[in-house]
């Protein structure tokens, strides 16, 4: 299912908390917090510290990096059967960080994108990279796919998603259309929410990111990121400094990061600047559709893959490519993986190829 990408809020509010809260004089105390916090949720890559696409391994505070936030669908109902590892990963969002001028991009990465996974040697849905090798398998693909280098990761499940956003009071948002939606305990149609402007509890934020029952991946992928900067933005704000406390708590045990916390404090300057945390957000254009096993996938347009990932790589400040794009849809290529897990109905729309 969806639920997923609350995650990544959970470190751009857990990044910005850090530094609107130790800005006050509350500050000191929710330092050491958060400080306790994330050295009990550091998990190292296999790799180690540096990407195989770095020369040299980057320091945070001085280079452009990346960070993958992860979003893994692990409700108490699906981890009973199965550990952490072996979640599929319902969010992936790829931040760049470019030092120079302080300047975020967030690109949104479709769960059902149909792209090589080296930790079984083919193609499949690239939700599926976490649950066939964990986080590892996740960002070596991520790599393959973008071309760029991931170097730091942050991984969380959806359960905090609900008690940050009633820690601080609630979000406003458009809700573009009339839905009905499960709550986070999977109980059918158990949120209602009408067409317009509202504020929304956790509960119904969550069943806003997650639904896909009236518009497409990529209608998903930007009304997620949309949520994430009014979130954002509501946590910033000095009504909701008492609350701090209560969303770190929400963040709790369900965080993992190979980032430290000396090294996460390095971004403050990103979300201190005058004009408060602003980020660009992008998407993997493409089309949904079923293959001829049955299973559907999201392929991404060659051109609109390309151009991704030379914009990513200028963000960056790393050369441009020059090889030709292996991720493209290889129509000889029909070795698709099948799925044990039950599937997530698919958008309305789509084809089959």
């Known amino acids: 299912m969806n639920k997923w990408m609350k995650r990544i809020i959970w470190t751009i509010l857990f990044v910005?908390?850090?530094?609107?809260?130790?800005?006050?004089?509350?500050?000191?105390?929710?330092?050491?917090k958060v400080r306790d916090s994330t050295n009990d949720a550091q998990e190292e890559l296999d790799r180690g510290e540096k990407s195989d696409k770095r020369e040299t391994t980057v320091t945070p505070g001085k280079d452009h990096l990346s960070v993958l936030f992860v979003g893994v669908d692990a409700s108490e109902k699906r981890s009973?059967?199965?550990d952490d590892r072996n979640n599929l990963s319902d969010a992936l969002i790829l931040a760049t960080f470019n030092n120079d001028d302080k300047s975020v991009q967030l690109l949104s990465i479709p769960r059902d994108t149909y792209t090589y996974i080296p930790e079984v040697e083919r193609k499949?849905?690239?939700?599926?990279?976490?649950?066939?090798?964990?986080?590892?398998?996740t960002v070596e693909t991520v790599e393959g796919l973008l071309d760029v280098p991931v170097d730091y990761y942050v991984r969380l499940n959806f359960n905090s998603f609900v008690e940050v956003v009633n820690a601080v009071g609630g979000?406003?948002?458009?809700v573009p259309y009339d839905l009905e939606e499960q709550n986070s305990k999977d109980q059918a149609e158990a949120i209602q929410l009408e067409e317009g402007r509202q504020l929304l509890n956790?509960?119904?934020?969550?069943?806003?990111?997650?639904?896909?029952?009236q518009d497409s991946d990529l209608e998903r992928g930007q009304r997620q990121m949309d949520l994430i900067k009014a979130i954002a933005n509501e946590v910033s704000s000095f009504s909701s400094f008492r609350s701090y406390d209560d969303i770190i708590d929400a963040v709790g045990d369900d965080m993992t990061t190979n980032m430290s916390f000396d090294q996460m404090i390095t971004f403050k300057d990103y979300f201190l600047?005058?004009?408060?945390?602003?980020?660009?957000?992008?998407q993997l254009e493409g089309e949904g559709g079923f293959a001829d096993n049955g299973i559907w996938y999201y392929k991404t347009e060659e051109d609109s893959l390309e151009d991704t990932q030379e914009e990513l790589r200028?963000?960056?400040g790393l050369p441009e490519l020059d090889s030709d794009n292996n991720n493209s849809w290889d129509d000889e290529e029909n070795d698709f993986a099948q799925d044990d897990e039950e599937e997530e109905d698919p958008p309305n729309s789509g084809t089959s190829w």
């Open 16 to 32: 910005v908390l850090l530094f609107v809260g130790a800005a006050a004089g509350y500050g000191a105390y929710l330092t050491d």
């Open 80 to 82: 009973d059967n199965q």
């Open 124 to 137: 499949d849905k690239i939700t599926h990279a976490h649950a066939y090798g964990g986080i590892d398998s």
């Open 171 to 174: 979000v406003k948002y458009d």
């Open 202 to 213: 956790g509960e119904e934020a969550l069943a806003l990111a997650r639904t896909r029952k």
């Open 273 to 282: 600047q005058e004009n408060g945390f602003e980020f660009d957000t992008m």
């Open 314 to 316: 200028t963000h960056l």
